[in-house]
């Protein structure tokens, strides 16, 4: 009994966090979000729901404005993982009768009867099968289904045709309204726990300016608050209203000047757009298809120069900025040598590790037991003029690099691995100024490699770090000559091997 109430109350508490997270983005005047539902609409994937400005919408799957996005929540006490046949069982959501996949019918009918203007994403802690066929079907970076690949075949025979059949007999639909309800479907996966969407609820309130919970607190009053308003008829919000409900709850927190942030992002996080939350961005998202670049010329025709002219304009008139990064390592690279070190611009950066936190070079003081950069230098071939540089922060990716280096690169004559002296991992940089003075030893050391080669040489740099370390590199460009840099195929969606894509300095006509 007392694991079911937990399990419950876990629930509970994971839709009231997914609310709050979109919710307190109407305190924001800037962000696109202007209504906001709490179990309130058709009953179905009404768990949570926002809408949008006009004019200021994201795009779904196929480009189209998205005005309306519902959110189907479940929360599972135990990791797990599901798979398309799984949508079309009742108990899969804990329900007697009506599937997932029939809520979203249902949803899609009376919402968006022509598949256009709203989303439906079904939000878990679970995990899609990586071995069910669902999966491939399903974009990486924003979860909705691709019907490019859910329709690849004709046939029902194929892996992606035993889906179609699945759920147009469990629907009873044809197969043009089942492509109508694949285009507004999206799915999900949160990896942050409870504890994780507290800590982003904590940065987000003192943002909007929101009264924060300290962390010494166990009890988090916002979770049972929505559903006290919810008792009391109170289920949809827009500016106005849930402005005047927070004063009157007395949420305000003191007033405090937030920061501008400047958004930058070439693929779409599944939980937190970018355009929520930040004042001005770049999307670049149409250039790639999933991770890979559609066309190799756009790094130096158009991304870095678009990169360019966004961040001079966001620095123009101000000595410190906030930037949010949803981008490509080369692109954290690109956007450090565009701000660099003699910019004399501070730079904050919202950088996501198991919760979002803001780095700057100058946040804490230096730490003595803070793991340094320990570097290795591999002899491959003595009369090549170049280098390639393994800088391997959060995994080892010395081997995949050399075997790279070995069938690709015959101009490298030396491989220089830069890897922490803990080992590699996630967590292994500390804070922003832990991640500017690691920057600092991995400059020094390409430096010191690159001491002897033939003027012109190239050093060639592949980068498994945190996107704001790999920016703080960035910033080093100036002194570190010609630079390539290189995107590696981590979703194995083609090769699992490595890409050249920008070289810096970018050549002008």
Known sequence: MTQAVTVRRDGDTYQARQFWLRAARLLDPDSPIVRVGF???????????????????????????????????????????????????PEFINANARSLLQRAREAQAKIAPDGAGAQFKLVTNWQLDRADALNPVISQRSGAIRLDRLYGTKTDNSAAGRIRKAWREHLDIDENELRLLAGTMAFGHTSETLGDLRDMLDMLFAFVGLRRVPPHESAFSYDDLVFQWMSQGRVEYDRESFKALCASEDLFGASSERPKVFGVKSFEHAF????????????????????????????SATLYPGLSNFLRSAASDRSRLRLALDAHTTLAF????????????????????????VWAADDVPTDPDWPTLDPTVIEMKPDAPDIAVAFSITHDITGDVRRYVEDQLPSVGRLVVLRPSTGSGSQVVAAGRHAFDLAQSAKEAMRSANCGQRPGSVSHLFVAAPNALTFFLGQQAPVLGRVRLYEFDFEGGRDRSYRPSLNLPVLTQ
């Open 39 to 89: 179990e309130s609409g058709p009953k179905s994937f009404d768990d949570v729901w926002v809408e949008y400005a006009a004019g200021r919408e994201p795009k779904d799957s196929l480009g189209r404005p998205l005005k309306r996005g519902h959110m189907q929540c479940k929360w599972h006490v135990s990791p797990g993982t599901y798979g398309y046949s799984d949508l079309v069982n």
């Open 334 to 357: 690109a956007a450090g040598s565009v701000l660099n070190i003699k910019s004399g611009r501070a730079v904050e950066l919202e950088q996501r590790t198991l919760e979002r936190s």
């Open 272 to 299: 937190d757009r970018l355009e929520d939350r930040c004042d001005e961005v770049l999307n670049v998202v149409s250039v790639f298809d999933e991770r890979f670049i559609r066309d190799d010329a756009d790094w």
